[in-house]
């Protein structure tokens, strides 16, 4: 038997989003929290906030920082090299050690590009900080606890626009999850929604760990779970999750 694990990308991909969803598919908050605590990383409370969009339940994923006890905004700069040794150092398995580090490196690489520096130099800002570093290997930890062996995505829907961020105001889909879809199979869909709906950590999540574009595999439906998302697109903003079986 393999074990599939279906991305359904219609109100777009985040961490927070993908992170929330596998909460709802089954993985334990406690589980999820003992991993992460072999990471050399602190002052964080993971809030797994279960509640109902469209009738529909999920979970809205926060992390919330311990010295402002506010959500994570993504402040903090942390170099990729720095994060990849963290992650190398740590107590996870090998598997998702794999996996976290394979996701910073596809974002890390795309940074480079887009902003013209070698990849070990690159310096995350928001994709650096707790928070996102908690989404990451978050759901590398969460995929290994599944027992996920192939991960399938339906296209990518983003919306239009300009978004803010550190450096300013920027282009929807943002410059690094173009720099992502170069060159690969992942299909774009572009919706009249006036905000991100792909983010780098979401794209960064699929790429890296070798998820392929396509209609859902026919399989034995086992689960399903709903992440919410935490922009106002005036539509059900949710990432779901299906996880199956095939022979």
């Known amino acids: 038997m393999k074990r599939i694990l279906y991305f359904d990308c219609s109100a777009g991909v985040s961490g927070d989003m993908t992170l929330g969803a596998l909460i709802h598919l089954g993985v334990s908050p406690a589980d999820l929290l003992a991993e992460l605590r072999k990471l050399d990383v602190s002052g964080y409370e993971i809030i797994p906030d279960r509640g109902e969009m469209n009738g529909v339940t999920g979970v809205n994923l926060r992390v919330l ?5 506010e959500e994570g905004s993504g402040h903090g700069h942390r170099s990729f090299k720095s994060i990849r040794d963290m992650i190398a150092a740590s107590g996870l398995d090998e598997e998702a050690k794999r996996s976290a580090i394979g996701i910073f490196a596809v974002i890390a690489e795309a ?6 520096v070698p990849v070990d130099e690159v310096r995350f800002h928001e994709v650096g900080a707790v928070d996102s570093i908690i989404d990451i290997a978050g759901a590398a ?27 300013g105001s920027i282009p929807v889909p943002v410059p690094a999850v ?30 890296g760990m070798g998820a392929r574009c396509g209609p859902m595999p026919p399989m ?3 689960g399903a779970g709903y992440g919410f998302g935490k922009r106002d697109t005036g539509r059900f903003n949710a990432l779901r999750v299906i996880m199956g079986e095939i022979d």
Do not use: F, N
């Not at 940074?111 to 013209?116: F, L, M, S």
């Not at 399938?152 to 550190?166: F, I, M, Y």
């Open 220 to 222: 034995r439906v086992l």
């Open 111 to 116: 940074e480079a590009a887009v902003h013209g």
């Open 65 to 69: 920082l311990e010295e402002s006890r």
């Open 178 to 207: 173009v720099e992502m879809l170069k060159g690969t199979e992942y299909l774009l869909v572009s919706e009249d929604v006036p905000t991100e709906m792909v983010t780098p950590t979401g794209m960064g999540i699929l790429k």
């Open 141 to 167: 930890v969460c995929m290994s606890l599944l027992g996920i062996d192939e991960l399938w995505c339906s296209p990518l829907h983003d919306g239009r626009g300009h978004v803010e961020c550190r450096h």
